[in-house]
């Protein structure tokens, strides 16, 4: 089977709050990307974080990684209504990690 | 970047029919990728499909299920044969930037529906 196929956790926020989503994957990979998708959208990336990287921000996006862990993090910071999506995180697979597979995921919903 | 086109957006068909699902990228692209999401879930990877070579399907997806086509770098079709209620979920064909972040770039969807 593959990563990732437990239905989506769920988060319910109000507006301003921090949050923070982790990811635990199964299998060596040189980089984890998190996606946002938003209703009725595919996904789209919005950090992503190299193993030789322990921290990467970007705006109010901030990521982490513990490769020897095998686990990954996404905080946002001062959340807005617009921030209310799915989140993902995706790591290489196959042969020369040419593959991308997801993780569960977490619908975050954020309340004005 | 790359942006890729699906069509149809949604579509309901009967259990036993067949349903083709249609991807058209802006650029040429060496590889697309076919996901599966049912609702409230993940995106699962159905397959890895290169120009005019077979499609390379993982585990619990077959061609005889899910036929795809790649006959040229902009192009992909993906078929579900034999239509059952359980394949009602959400399609997405996909793309890698290659050359840059690796990042996957996604259609829109296909949301297909079997009654």
């Known amino acids: 089977s593959q990563w990732g196929e437990e239905n989506l956790q769920a988060l319910s926020i109000q507006e301003g709050e921090d949050v923070t989503m982790n990811c635990s994957y199964k299998?060596?990979?040189?980089?984890v990307q998190w996606y946002r998708q938003k209703s009725g959208k595919g996904p789209a990336l919005i950090i992503l974080?190299?193993?030789?990287?322990r921290e990467k921000r970007s705006g109010r996006l901030r990521a982490t990684l513990d490769t020897s862990s095998q686990s990954s993090s996404l905080s946002i910071t001062g959340t807005l209504a617009t921030d209310t999506a799915v989140y993902f995180c995706?790591?290489?697979?196959?042969?020369?990690?040419?593959?991308?597979?997801f993780g569960s995921g977490t619908r975050l919903l954020v309340s004005p | 970047s790359v942006l890729l086109y699906q069509k149809p957006n949604r579509d309901i068909c009967q259990s036993g029919t067949s349903l083709k699902i249609q991807c058209v990228a802006d650029?040429?692209?060496?590889?697309m990728f076919w996901y599966q999401q049912f609702q409230e879930q993940s995106l699962m990877l159905m397959a890895t499909?290169?120009?005019?070579?077979?499609?390379?399907?993982e585990s619990g997806f077959t061609k005889d299920k899910f036929p795809i086509s790649r006959p040229n770098l902009t192009f992909s079709t993906l078929t579900v044969n034999n239509a059952r209620p359980g394949d009602s979920s959400i399609y997405f064909c996909?793309?890698?930037?290659?050359?840059?972040?690796?990042?996957?770039?996604f259609g829109e969807g296909s949301k297909l529906t079997v009654l």
């Open positions: 995706a790591t290489d697979a196959g042969t020369g990690g040419y593959k991308v597979v």
């Open positions: 299998t060596y990979t040189t980089v």
């Open positions: 974080i190299r193993s030789n990287e």
């Open positions: 650029s040429q692209v060496v590889s």
């Open positions: 499909a290169n120009e005019g070579s077979e499609a390379t399907y």
């Open positions: 996909s793309s890698r930037d290659t050359a840059g972040t690796g990042q996957l770039y």
